[in-house]
């Protein structure tokens, strides 16, 4: 096949996404013959899997231990360093959140965990950067879809279809 | 390979966190030039089309009226702030996200165009950004999971290369390329050549250029071929 109607082909806009998801499955589907070898020291330290469980713990799996602002719980860091306070805040609980614990076994898989301060110490304390940039992609997803709806870039309905 | 094999002299660090920024020759060249042309690009106004018509000897000027032009100027400012922050950001997670912004501030850019064939060909775009999003953070969490760090500057003391990190690499790539629209999808983006307000169509250019090159030194410094 000559190179130039290839590229030609290519030339049309429609095509390129089925292109790319094409190429995209296909090195997806050759992932499942790559064997998997995972970092057994991993940043974020994690308890074994069911132990928090099976002693009724109600902060199951998310329990790090700690006192807030007495007591550091177990939280790494990549740079120790630049996060001197680290733990202080890890077992953080909101009035609410200690009602809840005290009614439930569950409390740590429900979504009224999201108040824990673990979340707070990995997202905002060493990872801070990274929730400044995702809330801007939001930011900006926003402003485009909300001048788009109030500007109505183009109106279709008298065009011609191609 | 490590970092000063491929930037130069490692000048110094801004710790923010566990997100280091490195700066290097390199970087900081790629990120000055982000911020010269983003600066150019604030202060310049948008180009008038003049289009001859056939038939009398009147000129068509094909404009861009005042609201269009600000959004188109407020998201290319942004876009070239996202570009040099990814020139200069030392870690992986981070650097996915630039790009995601970097893709959807383009489509932004792209989005208030008002003509018919460049807001189909937008809309294609949009497509791969979409699908492009998957790859590059799936393929950011493989090299978390199979390294145990996103700190590039971490990822370069690690001696070895498994299979799953040149898989995740080359998932990070497939996002990069979706998302930045660079060379085999530059057909889709030919469409806004001729559009009038260059100046701020040239950023999308521009930012999928740096990233590139950047995300070469990323893959380079994760898979050190060399």
Redesign the interface.
Same mark, same amino acid.
């Given at each position: 096949m000559n190179i130039g109607r290839i590229?030609n082909s290519?030339?049309?806009?429609?095509r390129?996404?089925r292109?790319?998801?094409l $190429?995209?499955a296909i090195?997806?589907l050759?992932?499942f013959i $790559?064997?998997?070898?995972?970092?057994?020291?991993?940043?974020y330290p994690r308890p074994t899997p069911q132990s928090q469980i099976s002693v009724l713990n109600p902060l199951a799996p998310y329990d790090r231990g700690g006192i807030p602002l007495k007591e550091t719980g177990t939280v790494k860091?990549?740079?120790p360093k630049?996060?001197l306070e680290l733990g202080q805040i890890t077992a953080y609980l909101s009035p609410i959140a200690i009602g809840v614990k005290n009614t439930t076994y569950y409390y740590g898989t429900s979504i009224y965990s999201s108040p824990g301060g673990l979340i707070d110490e990995i997202l905002y304390?060493?990872?801070?950067?990274?929730t400044i940039?995702?809330s801007?992609?939001l930011m900006?997803?926003f402003? $485009?879809a909300s001048?788009?709806a109030l500007?109505f870039?183009?109106r279709?309905e008298g065009?011609d279809e191609e | 390979m490590d970092l000063t094999t491929i930037g130069g002299q490692l000048l110094g660090t801004i710790p923010l966190g566990d997100i280091v920024l490195y700066l290097t020759p390199f970087n900081l060249f790629m990120f000055a030039g982000a911020l010269a042309f983003t600066t150019l690009i604030a202060i310049s106004r948008t180009e008038t089309q003049v289009e001859a018509e056939f038939g009398t000897l009147k000129d068509k000027e094909v404009k861009v009226d005042l609201q269009e032009f600000k959004i188109r100027r407020f998201l290319a400012i942004v876009c070239g702030l996202a570009t040099a922050g990814a020139m200069i950001t030392g870690d992986l997670f981070n650097f996915t996200l630039f790009v995601t912004l970097i893709g959807i501030v383009n489509i932004g850019i792209v989005s208030a165009v008002r003509q018919v064939d460049v807001l189909n060909a937008a809309f294609q775009y949009g497509l791969i950004a979409m699908m492009a999003s998957l790859p590059l953070f799936g393929g950011a969490a493989i090299i978390l999971a199979s390294t145990g760090t996103l700190s590039l500057l971490e990822l370069v003391k690690i001696p070895y290369v498994t299979s799953m990190m040149t898989f995740g690499s080359l998932l990070l790539l497939m996002g990069i390329i979706g998302e930045t629209g660079v060379a085999p999808f530059y057909a889709t983006k030919a469409e806004m050549f001729r559009t009038p307000g260059s100046p701020f169509i040239l950023i999308i250019h521009l930012s999928s250029l740096l990233v590139i090159v950047r995300a070469i030194e990323v893959l380079l410094i994760i898979n050190k071929p060399f």
């Open positions: 590229w290519l030339a049309n806009p429609k390129i996404p292109l790319f998801a $190429i995209l090195i997806l050759a992932g $790559i064997p998997i070898s995972l970092n057994d020291h991993q940043l860091a990549q740079y630049n996060s304390y060493t990872r801070g950067f990274d940039l995702e801007s992609i900006m997803a402003i $485009i001048w788009v500007h870039t183009m279709r065009e | -």
